[in-house]
Each structure stands twice: as structure tokens, then as C-alpha cells.
């Protein structure tokens, strides 16, 4: 209450302020005049300056914040914000080289071509937000940037994430979760030859109290199970650190439009370390350090102390340039990559060499095809092909990468593993229409994946390469309408729904929900005589019951079990959403459905956010 009194205030304050301003004061600044470019529009020629990207300045969507909730669920987690993450459909690995297996972090470091916004400012510009969460979760965002000069643009994000347990908590502020990603950027253009640059350093620290799952009493109900501050832990003590940096460099120079010279330069650090010590709790039935990993001990009986380390140093050269309505690019790229543990050294130091290439065919703004090919020089491989129009969207890739080193090779207090398993090859098809009919938008999809020599990490929580194959198909799609105006006053329905089927003789491998669902119904218009925009509704998710995969806090993996399915469950949010000029709110009443003394997991052992009462705003500034 507090803190929406104190948020309140500063609200009223807002408006109290604005009402001072002269009538005629003119805006001079603001979105319009705050554009951005990602580098992979710069890298592949698609964005001139006239073609910069707006800022978004809508309610769509503004009270999906979370993580999760950001990529439409799904991720699977651990119920808690931060928590480790995994793909609830089993997308392919992106890289086809050497990487460290370590990923179920990963997601939350900021990094990459479609990541990193540079922008091109006409005045300082400043986007604060704020996510108060109900149960002392909190996420809170500053992002700033300003042109130096004409062609020149500095800038920096910091981004916080805190949260703490959702069961077993003794008191406000037993923290769970903790992190915090920071980056410093910029984009120079030479302002009298075609010579541009973009650089970027980011730092991302995550920590997590691992806290090993809900553990149930031999006579425990479901009713007793959320009663969530009652919760028994698996781990006491046990916490996972990882670190993240990336940095990074792209320049060319066009010698002419249809030639230009391009080089990239990546230096990526990453370290993962898992700790657990003897000094957990103990009861007459269980001992959260002993009985928590079988009594399996290769080192010390007393303390578990992990860590992983892995960089990658990486330079690519190539050429690129626009003929006509057809873009191309051609490259060689150098990666040499170290990994070790801390007692153990798998691969030592080694060098990839990569040749690849894009190409981009536009034909009238009325649809592109694009290719891409990248080969490494043992023989893995990527390639795909798509379409892109307002009506078809067609993708086909096909690809063969390496095992991660955590697969093939590990020593550590609980495991010890040594295979040499080969490459996974994958194939994989998405397609989509896009069908409108006045108000009413019908979009059908398929999706079909098929895998050779999958790899996976089996019920006794070591790896697994699958002996057969693995088809994986989706079909579903996208029904929505609009009742009343689109473009102004009216009740949105939307709605997503996808079937999944797995087979093949390693089906047994892969587990996915047969039905997953998400829904949006809200109405959408203006109050106070149509000066304030405001979305209020309900979004809704719901998927089947499935044996999803069970988590491993000491490896940081998801892994295969027969013991625990989660039954399926329907979970809706209540809220409400209002824009006054630069200052968003939103409320949002989470899980509101929830029976007394019920509840749903999202994990074996991990009941999912229970019902919650959060706050969202956000503030831009533009001078």
C-alpha cells in the first residue's frame, strides 16, 4: 500500500506540473524524434536513417513484463523471476560451434545483433521503468542515451532484477534471485566518409539461491503444498553464480553501393560457479546437503564448490553490398574458444574456422526471400531459406552442430562423465498465413522438427545421445477479432493455440504440453474525454498435463523424469493499463482465479507465482 500511495503521489505531482506549462508551449521532442537501429539491420543493409525504427509508445501488451510472460510463455522456469530457463518446444541450438552447455541463464545477459538499441536522439533521451511485484519481486530499468553530435551517439542501460523464494520464505527481503545487467554503447558515423562503427560492453552478474524444489512430507496434500510459507526446501545452502561479458565491435567502410568492406570483433567471457555447503538444515528425515544428491560425493564429503569457465574470441571479415533489390554478404570468421573446470581441462584452447554467406531478395515490398549458409571447417553446418510477405511466412533450416563440452566431458563433486558423442542434426520447418477479413484475423501455423542424434539429459541426470530419431509437430495458430473500431474504441479477443505431437523412436526424449494456450480479452479506448488511452482485460495462459523435465541445480540442467507430472492448469491475470502523455501505468492483479489452498506448478517440485497484486510504470523523457 505504501508503495502505491508513494507511486500515486508521484503521479498527481506529475500532472500538477504539467498543468503549470504555458498553453502554448510546443512539444518540440519526443518519440517521433527518438528513433533506433539494431546492428543486424546495419549489418545486412536495411536500415537507412530514414528507415530507423520507432520507439513504442503503446499500451499492447505493457503489463506483460516478466520474463516469461515476455516470450508468450515459452520458457519453462522455476515459478520464480530469475529462475533457470529452458525452451518449452525444444528450439535448436544457434550456434553450430563450441559452446559451454551452461545455458539456463543465458537468456537474461543482454547480448547480440537484435539486442543492443542505437539510437539516434534530436535531445537526451531517458526511459524509466519500474516493476513492483507482489511477494518483493521487483525489476527496474534505466536506459539513457543522447547524440553527441550529428552521426555520433552515446549511450548505457542498466537493468535489475530481484526476487524473493515464493515458498519457504521466512520474512520480506529472503532473497531468491539477484541480477543485474549493465551495457555502455555507442554509434559513430564519419561525417565525410561512408565509414561507420558500433561498439558495445556488456556485464551481466545473475545469482540464485537454488533452493531444490518443494519437498513433500510422506502424508503432504495439495492443500498443505500451497500453503507456500509452510514449504519444505531440498537445499539449504546452495547457490549458483554466473557471470557474463561481451566485447564487441563492428565497422565498415562502402567503397561503393554495390561493395562495401565489413569487420567484427567478439570477446566473450562467461563463468559458472555452483557452491553448496554441509551447513543446511537437518531433520531426522532428511539432510538438505546429504540426501539432496543421493550421497554421492567424489571429492568432499562436506562442501560442494563447481565452477565453469568459457571464452570465445572472435573476428569475422567479409564484403556485402546492395545489386539492384538483391543484398548480398560473404564472410570468413575465425572463433577460438577455451574451456575448463575447476579441475579439469576437457578441450584446452582451440581455433573454428567459418566460411558463410546472406542474400536478400525484395521484390516490391511485397515479400523478400532470404538465404544463409555458414560451414565449419570439421563439417558442421548451417543453413536456411525463408519467406517473408503479409500474407505467407515460410522458413526451412537445416543444421548440424557440435556437442556442447558440458555433454561430452565433466568432473565435479556429484558426476563424472567422459563421451565423444557426435554433431545433432536437425531440420526444421515453420510456416504461417496471415488471413483478414474486416475485423476478424485468422493465422494458422505449423511448425515440424526433426532430429538425428539428439542430445539430452536422462532421468539419472547424466547425458544421453539419442539412438533414433525425433519428429516434433506443431500445429495451432492465432484467431483474433475486434469488436467495435480496430483503430480505436473496442473489445480485443485473442487467442493462440498449439498442438504439439512427438515421435520417432526417441520420442520418449523430448516432453511438451499436447495443448498450450494463450489468451487476451480487454477492451481497448480512451476516458476523460478521450485524452487518456487505457486497455483493461484478462490474460490468460493454459496448458495440458505432461511430464515436463525436472531441474538440476549443481549441473544447471533440465533432465528427464517419470515421477512428477504436472497436472494442467488455467491461470488468468486481471489488468489494467493508462498512458498520460509520457508516464505509463499499469496494475495487474496475477493468478486472480486461484482456489483457496491451490495452485499449479511449472516444474516437478516448483509451484508456479501465486496470486499477486503487481505495479508497472514507466516514465520517458525526451529533453
Known sequence: MRKLVLILSLFCAFQSFSQLLDDSTKLVYGAHT?????????????????????????????????????????????????T?????????????????GFNAFAPYARKGLNTIKYYDTKSPFIDLFAFVGGGNKNIVNVDFSRNVREGWNLGFDLHKITADK????????????????????????????????LFYYTKTTHNVFELGGMRFGNDSTISELFRLN????????????????TLHLYHDYQIAEQFQLYHTVDLYNE?????????????????????AYNGVFQIDPDSTQE??????????????????????????????????????????????????????????????????????????????????????????????????????????????????????????????????????????????????????????????????????????GEINTVIGNPEGEGFHIENEVLATDVSGGSADAVRIPEIFYNGRYYWK???????????????????????????????????????????????????????VDKFFVGLKWGYFNQPPDEGYFVTPYYPGQPKNFDIIIRWTFFD
Open 84 to 100: 533457470a530457463l529452458t525452451s518449452v518446444f525444444f528450439e535448436p541450438q544457434q550456434l553450430i560451434g563450441r559452446t559451454s
Open 230 to 245: 509452510n514449504g519444505l526446501l531440498r537445499l539449504d545452502e546452495a547457490k549458483n553464480e554466473r557471470s557474463e561479458s
Open 307 to 476: 565452477r565453469a569457465q568459457f571464452s570465445a574470441l572472435t573476428n569475422e571479415v567479409g564484403i556485402k553490398g546492395d545489386l539492384s533489390s538483391i543484398f548480398y554478404r560473404a564472410y570468413i570468421k575465425l572463433r577460438t574458444v577455451d574451456f575448463d573446470y575447476l579441475l579439469l581441462d576437457p578441450v584446452g584452447k582451440t581455433t573454428e574456422t567459418y566460411a558463410g554467406g546472406y542474400t536478400r531478395f525484395n521484390w516490391k515490398e511485397k515479400f523478400r526471400v532470404i538465404g544463409e549458409a555458414e560451414v565449419l571447417q570439421t563439417g558442421e553446418y548451417q543453413f536456411s531459406g525463408s519467406l517473408v510477405s503479409d500474407l505467407i511466412n515460410l522458413k526451412y533450416t537445416s543444421k548440424s552442430y557440435r556437442v556442447p563440452v558440458l555433454y561430452n566431458d565433466y568432473f565435479g563433486n556429484h558426476y563424472e562423465w567422459h563421451n565423444d558423442f557426435s554433431p545433432v542434426f536437425v531440420n526444421k520447418l515453420d510456416g504461417s498465413l496471415r488471413l483478414r477479413y474486416k475485423s476478424f484475423t485468422l493465422i494458422p501455423k505449423v511448425s515440424f522438427t526433426a532430429y538425428n542424434d539428439f542430445i539430452y539429459f536422462g532421468t539419472n541426470q547424466e547425458p544421453i545421445q539419442a539412438s533414433d530419431g525425433i519428429a516434433i509437430a506443431t500445429i495451432g
Open 525 to 579: 479506448g480512451k476516458l476523460f474525454n478521450n485524452a487518456i488511452p487505457v486497455q483493461v482485460g484478462v490474460d490468460a495462459h493454459a496448458r495440458t498435463s505432461y511430464f515436463a523435465n525436472a531441474y538440476s541445480p549443481v549441473l544447471q540442467q533440465f533432465y528427464l523424469q517419470d515421477e512428477f507430472e504436472i497436472p494442467s492448469y488455467f491461470k488468468a491475470d486481471l489488468f489494467f493499463t493508462m498512458q
Open 34 to 82: 527518438t528513433k533506433f537501429v539494431y546492428e543486424s539491420d546495419i549489418l545486412n543493409n536495411e536500415a537507412s536513417k530514414e528507415e530507423y525504427s520507432t520507439l513504442d509508445t503503446s499500451l499492447y501488451l505493457f503489463e506483460r513484463q516478466s520474463f516469461i510472460d515476455k516470450n508468450t510463455r515459452k520458457y519453462q522456469n522455476l515459478g520464480n523471476f530469475g
Open 166 to 197: 515464493i515458498f519457504a520464505r521466512n520474512a520480506v527481503g529472503d532473497r531468491q534471485t539477484n541480477g543485474t545487467s549493465f551495457d555502455v554503447y555507442t554509434h559513430y558515423k564519419h561525417n565525410k566518409i561512408p565509414y561507420q562503427a
Open 271 to 291: 563463468k559458472n560457479i555452483y557452491q553448496d555447503f554441509q551447513d543446511g538444515a537437518t531433520t531426522s528425515s532428511y539432510d538438505t546437503y546429504r540426501d
